[in-house]
């Protein structure tokens, strides 16, 4: 509205203006022209200024009207934010109430809860407390009726002690007869008693320590020969026979002469280069080898063969020979050790091991190969472990190294159990295996049960039948030392070493040995046996008493 204000009062300004304009014209005109043309500028003047006004007042008018429009939409912006603002604010006051409503109506649901759970304490405590006041007066009764069985016990107790005295004195009477009927006193009778009873008590736990034993050593012998046997019979290895000598068979007698050479040129060299002693003797078509270090025979042997099918014997070619079977040993060497490693299977082992493991190869043990042997322990105390429930992959390791040290004991000095194991822990096998490595002959005494296993292992593998072989002597040696530790108890009548020494009866006096001292014996034997000799498998002692009475009819 007041801009249509403004835009009319322009419009009179402006139209003023013009007949200010027009009047001076027209006075000017009047001077300078005719009164006609002063008319018609006039004229012309007012019809301009009359548009003029007409266009400013249209133009006033639409302004006017925008503006109108424009204030009527605002207006409508304005009802329409402020009804919006009154919507929300009505929204939020329902929900306001609503929460109120809610609240008031959990907090009147709690206190109501709360006051059903004090009501329901309330009738609690009051049948609680009628309970006490009936346990108080049993309480009463009970302590009422203590005090009058207390005052019977005083009574009783005074009468006790007149009869206790009273007992005492004919106990001492009752003694005193005794030791005049009988002649004792009561310390000699009471030591007489003791004795009887410790000599029964002694019989009857001898009888029953037995019992014990006899059943333990049933049990144990079933269990242990069931995994024994099972461990053995999944092994079969052929046994070696133990030597120092090697036989190579020649194409021709006449080989033998170029084998010496002139003047005995080639043998000199030969056994310079490889270490090893030629014997040729009379046996046609073969000479024998000679060496106590298997490894250095068998690259003799090699180097031999080669000069043999090459046909020239000389020194120098004695020596391309020898380097070429030395490179062929170390490659059957690794060539064996990795063959074992994957039939255990035990897992790698230290690269810079494998020839000496290899080396084992060409060992043997009485008589039985030592590479062969580790194999067998291996397999053996898996199957052991896997019986006993403990995981095999380390128990067969242990078992798989125990006699490494065998490869060295012509180069290092000490047993061969400690030498393996100072072999191992310095190319960084574990301490396990090392410890069971050391330990497999009691150089240390056992601690984990991987080296229990490893002996035993090593212990059936060595004295299962065929495996090992002694010589004469020491077998003839063996079996009198037993015969021996028998003989020298008393009441022994005869001893006898059979089948092989692994088992030996014994006969003794049936006068001077009863049942019991027959056990004691038997025990005692096959103990000074394990603590004195030395011997494959296990030895039996039987003890046989016998009573034989004889009378002639007439």
Do not use: W
């Amino acid at each position: 509205m007041d801009g249509v204000l403004y835009a009319g009062i322009a419009a009179a300004f402006v139209l003023g203006l013009l007949f200010v304009l027009a009047y001076a014209r027209r006075g000017t005109a009047r001077h300078a022209a005719t009164g006609a043309h002063a008319d018609d500028a006039i004229a012309e003047t007012h019809r301009l200024a009359q548009s003029e006004a007409a266009s400013i007042r249209q133009a006033a008018q639409v302004e006017a009207d925008g503006l109108r429009r424009a204030a009527e939409t605002e207006a409508e912006a304005t009802r329409r934010a402020a009804r919006a603002e009154a919507d929300a604010a009505r929204n939020e006051t329902e929900a306001t109430l609503s929460r109120a409503r809610r609240e008031a109506s959990d907090i009147v649901a709690a206190h109501a809860a709360r006051t059903a759970r004090l009501d329901e304490s309330e009738t609690r405590l009051d049948a609680r407390e009628s309970r006490l006041e009936q346990r108080a007066a049993e309480l009463r009764d009970q302590a009422a009726e203590l005090t009058r069985l207390r005052d019977e016990l005083d009574a009783q107790a005074k009468d006790l002690d007149l009869e206790r005295a009273r007992l005492s004195t004919a106990t001492e009477e009752h003694l005193r007869e005794l030791e005049r009927i009988s002649g004792l006193t009561a310390d000699e009778a009471k030591a007489e008693l003791l004795a009887s009873v410790e000599t029964t008590a002694r019989r009857e736990a001898a009888v029953l320590v037995r019992a014990i034993e006899n059943e333990a050593r049933a049990e144990g012998t079933d269990r242990a020969r069931a995994i024994v046997t099972e461990a053995v019979q999944r092994v079969a290895s052929a046994q070696t026979a133990e030597t120092v000598v090697s036989v190579l068979h020649l194409p021709a007698e006449e080989m033998k002469g170029r084998i010496i050479g002139r003047e005995g040129r080639n043998i000199r060299s030969f056994e310079a280069v490889t270490g090893v002693n030629v014997l040729i003797d009379d046996t046609p078509e073969a000479v024998l080898l000679s060496c106590f270090d298997p490894v250095r025979r068998e690259v003799g042997r090699l180097t031999l063969e080669r000069l043999i099918l090459d046909g020239r014997i000389h020194p120098h070619r004695i020596e391309e020979a020898y380097e070429q079977s030395v490179a062929e040993v170390d490659e059957l060497c690794l060539r064996a050790a990795r063959d074992a490693l994957a039939e255990v299977g035990v897992g790698a082992v230290d690269e810079r091991l494998l020839p000496t493991i290899g080396r084992l190869k060409y060992r043997t043990s009485y008589g039985q190969n030592v590479l062969g042997h580790l194999v067998e322990t291996a397999h053996i105390a898996g199957v052991m472990a896997a019986e006993l429930g403990i995981e095999p992959t380390l128990v067969k390791r242990c078992a798989f190294l125990h006699d490494i040290g065998k490869a060295l004991t012509h180069e290092v000095e000490g047993s061969h159990a400690i030498v393996g194991a100072d072999l191992l822990r310095k190319y960084g096998e574990d301490e396990a295996v090392a410890h069971a490595v050391e330990a497999h002959h009691n150089e240390v005494q056992p601690r984990t049960i991987e080296a229990v296993l490893t002996q035993a292992s090593d212990t059936c593998s060595a004295s299962r039948p065929g495996a090992r072989r002694e010589s004469l002597e020491n077998y003839v040696k063996r079996l009198a030392r037993i015969e021996e530790i028998a003989q020298t108890r008393d009441g022994v009548e005869k001893v006898f070493a059979m089948q092989s020494g692994r088992e030996v009866r014994v006969m003794v006096q049936p006068t001077e040995v009863d049942d019991l001292a027959s056990a004691v014996l038997a025990r005692e034997i096959a103990k000074q046996i394990e603590d004195e000799l030395t011997y494959p498998g296990q030895i039996r002692v039987t003890v046989v008493r016998e009573s034989r009475t004889t009378e002639i009819a007439h």
